[in-house]
């Protein structure tokens, strides 16, 4: 008992941050990343990779997200949590569900079907909306993801 009030009582400002989007998640979401550690680097993307702001390892089992500049720590820890719901929340069919609903709206983004789940995945939990990921269908489709 002492190890979690120790943890309430001196969380850093990050963990805090993280616990309190945790609560915004269906349970079974969040049992995604349950025992995982959490790292931040500075920076725009991760050390060593320039085409990633984010990453979640299962072997790991740590969440490492940097400082990009044009998305929020929230949002790209959602986005990196939502690659573990794509596979393991949604079936075939809800992704073939999903990959039509891409298709069929109008957006300019050059990514693969998972990465704009991810996308509305994080838009739909984040604190602060990014325009260019708020589709109503999206949103929608987010919505009714398993739980």
């Known amino acids: 008992m002492q190890g979690f009030k120790k943890f309430i009582t001196e969380a850093t400002e990050e963990e805090k941050n993280i616990r309190d989007t945790l609560k915004l998640l269906p349970k ?31 072997k790991t089992k740590t969440v490492t997200i940097a400082s990009p500049w044009n998305y929020g720590r929230q949002f790209t820890f959602l ?3 939502a690659h573990k719901v794509w596979e393991f929340m949604l079936d075939d069919e809800a992704r ?37 990921h708020n589709h109503p269908e999206w949103m929608e489709f987010i919505k009714n993801v398993p739980s």
Not at 30 to 50: A, C, E
Request: proline fraction near 1%; hydrophobic fraction near 35%.
């Open 96 to 132: 073939k569900a999903w990959a039509k609903i891409v298709k069929n709206t109008k957006n300019k983004l050059k990514q693969n079907a998972e990465e704009l789940f991810c996308m509305a995945y994080a838009n739909f939990y984040a604190k602060n909306k990014i325009v260019v």
């Open 79 to 81: 986005h990196e949590l």
């Open 28 to 58: 079974s979401h969040k049992k995604l990343v349950d025992g995982y550690k959490f790292r931040w680097q500075n920076g725009n993307t991760l050390k060593g990779d320039d085409g990633h702001i984010g990453i979640i390892n299962p």
